[in-house]
């Protein structure tokens, strides 16, 4: 069965870093998104990605953040200048609209520790 | 008032049980409704999705929406030991983003 993957799983890095989380979605999709985690907390909506452009993100997604699907599998989140209050859990998922469902499969996600 | 709301537990059954689980939202324009499990650390696996008002089965599991009432519900039945996780409601407007509830721990005791 097709499953979203994501590198690193476990991510430590400086304050103040540039860090890349990595995901690979399931072939045939073309929604890409990502999510955070803060630990202890539920899930919560960056960015939404569709024909190569944002279409749609949340107060959360600042400056800071970007994405890119720099060629036809991989799709990134960056994190240019990383703070403390970045710790959390980063998922990747995609969806398909085939069936009008709005379902989106998630990876196992990357654990980012800011130090 | 919070968009979607959900008891966090956590939640102790015994093994064989009916298990309930339940959210509510304020949103009129969330148009699909879906259930996640989350093992610790690890990331939601998609469980049931619906669109519409009514249930849905799938096995052990039934969805249950009503939008009159802007209440969903997750049966799981004959539950086991595995069944153990958070289980997460996340809705949409159609419009792709998914704003989920904060969880329910549920533990089935053997």
């Known amino acids: 069965e097709p499953e979203v993957t994501q590198t690193p799983s476990h991510q430590v890095t400086q304050m103040g870093q540039e860090v890349i989380l990595r995901c690979v979605p399931i072939?045939?999709?073309?929604?890409f998104y990502w999510y955070r985690q803060i630990l202890g907390q539920k899930v919560e909506f960056l960015v939404s990605f569709y024909n190569n452009e944002i279409s749609e993100k949340s107060e959360i997604f600042d400056d800071q953040f970007s994405v890119e699907r720099p060629d036809g599998s991989n799709f990134t989140l960056k994190i240019r200048s990383t703070k403390l209050e970045d710790s959390a859990m980063y998922f990747c998922?995609?969806?398909?609209?085939?069936?009008?469902?709005?379902?989106?499969?998630f990876g196992p996600g990357t654990r980012l520790t800011v130090l | 008032q919070k968009e979607v709301e959900q008891d966090p537990g956590p939640l102790s059954v015994p093994e064989g049980a009916i298990v309930s689980l339940n959210c509510t939202y304020s949103n009129s324009a969330f148009q699909y409704f879906m259930w996640y499990r989350q093992y610790s650390r690890k990331g939601p696996e998609l469980l049931m999705y619906?669109?519409?008002?009514g249930n849905k089965e799938d096995g052990r599991f039934t969805a249950q929406v009503d939008k009159s009432s802007k209440y969903i519900s997750l049966f799981i039945r004959d539950s086991q030991p595995s069944d153990s996780a958070t289980y997460l409601c996340a809705m949409s407007g159609g419009n792709e983003k998914l704003t989920f509830g904060t969880g329910t721990r549920l533990t089935i005791i053997p």
């Open positions: 072939s045939n999709h073309l929604y």
């Open positions: 998922a995609s969806g398909t609209d085939r069936d009008n469902t709005d379902t989106q499969y």
């Open positions: 619906t669109y519409s008002s």
